[in-house]
T-cell receptor, first 115, second 106 residues
Framework: NAGVMQNPRHLVRRRGQEARLRCSPMKGHSHVYWYRQLPEEGLKFMVYLQKENIIDESGMPKERFSAEFPKEGPSILRIQQVVRGDSAAYFC?????????????FGPGTRLTVT | GENVEQHPSTLSVQEGDSAVIKCTYSDSASNYFPWYKQELGKGPQLIIDIRSNVGEKKDQRIAVTLNKTAKHFSLHITETQPEDSAVYFCAPDMRFGAGTRLTVKP
């Protein structure tokens, strides 16, 4: 059973460009979570999605950031008009059960660098 | 919001010694208490978890103890090995602490 997959693993964007990060959950998991991690810090929750639904986006910045989890295909975290402060590692996790009070399995992350 | 603190922030032990990391939280409604291990350049890996109706859980060299009244839970690693060196995060209800960097010296 393949684990959570994320691509690309590394992404370099210039200020003002768009970044698209992809996440394929573990087989059988229909709940996806996105987190951001700055160097030497813990993970900060951004958004929780089920297929075709955003359940909780309380950690998502109000502007430039969006997420989706379509019926077919991976979940996408999209950052428009990137700025240097967006440079971070972005992790996706999936779980088989609803809500944040259940075990989540993480992917290897996408390291975004904004130049 | 939830306030999660880990202590210590760094911990260095000799191989074979035990290591204990403590996590305190503020939300008394929390009911899921996992510990994650993160190695350099990798995603966090769930190593052990406990729910609020259980006081202690053990899995080989790793154990977690929960004190709901005092709102803290701890990670215990016995007979530490160099490969235990990593950053460990507590995450009550998936709200992450800042992490503890554990170094096990051979």
């Amino acid at each position: 059973n393949a684990g959570v997959m994320q691509n690309p693993r590394h992404l370099v964007r210039r200020r003002g460009q768009e970044a698209r990060l992809r996440c394929s959950p573990m087989k059988g998991h229909s709940h996806v979570y996105w987190y951001r991690q700055l160097p030497e810090e813990g993970l900060k929750f951004m958004v929780y999605l089920q297929k075709e639904n955003i359940i909780d986006e309380s950690g998502m910045p109000k502007e430039r950031f969006s997420a989706e989890f379509p019926k077919e295909g991976p979940s996408i975290l999209r950052i428009q008009q990137v700025v240097r402060g967006d440079s971070a590692a972005y992790f996706c996790a999936s779980s088989p059960n609803r809500g944040r009070a259940y075990e989540q399995y993480f992917g290897p992350g996408t390291r975004l660098t904004v130049t | 919001g939830e306030n999660v603190e880990q202590h210590p922030s760094t911990l260095s032990v000799q191989e074979g010694d035990s290591a204990v990391i403590k996590c305190t939280y503020s939300d008394s409604a929390s009911n899921y208490f996992p510990w994650y291990k993160q190695e350099l350049g990798k995603g966090p890996q769930l190593i052990i978890d406990i729910r609020s109706n259980v006081g202690e859980k053990k899995d080989q060299r790793i154990a977690v103890t929960l004190n709901k009244t005092a709102k803290h839970f701890s990670l215990h690693i016995t007979e530490t090995q160099p490969e235990d060196s990593a950053v460990y995060f507590c995450a009550p209800d998936m709200r992450f602490g800042a992490g503890t960097r554990l170094t096990v010296k051979p």
